[in-house]
């Protein structure tokens, strides 16, 4: 169990305004922090709704408008990953390079030790190291997104709800005469979209269909099979709207954006052994390389998949599934475990010339 916890018991929690962050001011009041809330607008209308129950709870509160930042940072990788034929994990770069450190900048600025967010995850410690963990509700656990957060953030931040489910966080906030806000749906997974990615990259980067423009669907042998909008509009493992009639479902396998190409196949084509992955952030690489315990997920909420990690000449990894995956998508994130400790994480590489490396490890 992580017990980073100092003499100094003034923290800044991250408030959203929705169901985790109140549990967490109020779960963090209960045990005697002094709790300051901070409020980041990075979209849409300004947040008021987080400031009311500031109010309420008898929070000192402010907001930070840094929608211009996110904007340029967030955004502007969103579409950027897109348009280079990579699927983005937005939330995974947001946490480091924004949310976190915002919040430390903030917290250091007011004077408060500690940093908090309403995450389902834990923390414990060794050897030295702090371990972002999974939280108790495996449909809650956000650790997969946290991989790329320091050491010097962990040591300061309390996450509050990870030895609690959802339900139970509600039942708190009920007993807590929050009844309203028990009540509360979730939160989109990546705040700044409604509705399909497609549609937004079309709204916010206008010029994308005049770069791009329509491709052909190809076959494993480069095959044509009919023309498709522009590569940006489709990810690894897509089945549902490709508006292409084969006669048998068909799945995207690989898109080449230097051609302009959505290759096409069944389920089957998709599953592999094998995957590259780079700008890996490794807790302690001796626990990760060659540990025949080692699992990894290549999407949020995918079940951990037994591997073997090793690293390649180039600094690349090198992973060996024990059993096959499917999907494996450029861009998203290869996050490690031991147990429900998370050890490490990585990107997705391009699995372009990954034969090469399969026959030198056999």
């Not at 940072?73 to 946490?95: H, K, Q, S, W």
């Not at 939280?135 to 997104?145: H, L, M, R, T, V």
């Not at 980067?205 to 023309?227: S, T, Y």
């Not at 290869?334 to 990107?347: K, N």
């Amino acid at each position: 169990m992580w017990n980073g916890i100092g003499k100094n018991k003034r923290v800044l929690v991250g408030m959203s305004g929705g169901i985790d962050s109140t549990a967490t001011c109020l779960m963090l009041q209960e045990q005697g922090y002094e709790v300051i809330g901070v409020t980041m607008w990075v979209w849409g209308d300004e947040p008021a709704e987080a400031a009311a129950l500031a109010r309420e709870m008898g929070v000192e509160h402010y907001v930070a408008d840094v929608r211009e930042g996110f904007r340029d940072t967030i955004v502007r990788y969103f579409m950027d990953e897109y348009r280079a034929g990579r699927t983005p994990n937005p939330c995974v770069m947001c946490n480091p390079l924004f949310k976190f450190r915002l919040l430390e900048e903030w917290a250091d600025k007011l004077g408060c030790a500690h940093m908090a967010t309403g995450h389902y995850i834990r923390l414990t410690e060794r050897n030295g190291h702090v371990y972002v963990c999974v939280g108790d509700d495996e449909k809650k656990d956000q650790s997969y997104f946290l991989w790329r957060l320091g050491q010097e953030v962990l040591r300061r931040c309390i996450f509050p709800l990870g030895t609690y489910t959802k339900p139970r966080v509600r039942d708190y906030l009920r007993a807590k005469g929050y009844a309203v806000k028990a009540e509360d749906g979730e939160s989109m997974e990546v705040c700044f979209i409604k509705g399909d990615y497609r549609d937004f990259l079309r709204e916010h980067c206008p010029e994308i269909d005049k770069e791009v423009g329509p491709g052909w669907f190809v076959n494993a042998e480069g095959v044509k099979l009919g023309q498709h909008k522009g590569f940006p509009y489709y990810t690894i493992g897509q089945r549902k709207g490709l508006e292409i009639a084969l006669g048998k479902p068909a799945y995207v396998l690989k898109i080449n954006p230097e051609k302009n190409t959505v290759m096409l196949g069944d389920a089957g084509q998709l599953k592999t052994e094998w995957m590259l992955a780079e700008r890996d952030l490794l807790v302690d690489e001796s626990e990760v390389l060659g540990n025949p315990d080692v699992c990894v997920r290549i999407r949020y909420r995918g079940k951990p998949l037994p591997c073997e990690v090793n690293r390649l000449d180039d600094g690349r990894l090198l992973v060996h599934f024990r059993e096959e995956a499917s999907a494996v998508a450029p861009g998203q994130s290869a996050v490690f475990y031991l147990g429900d400790r998370l050890v490490g994480g990585a990107f997705i590489a391009s699995q372009r010339g990954i034969g090469m490396y399969v026959e030198q490890s056999k």
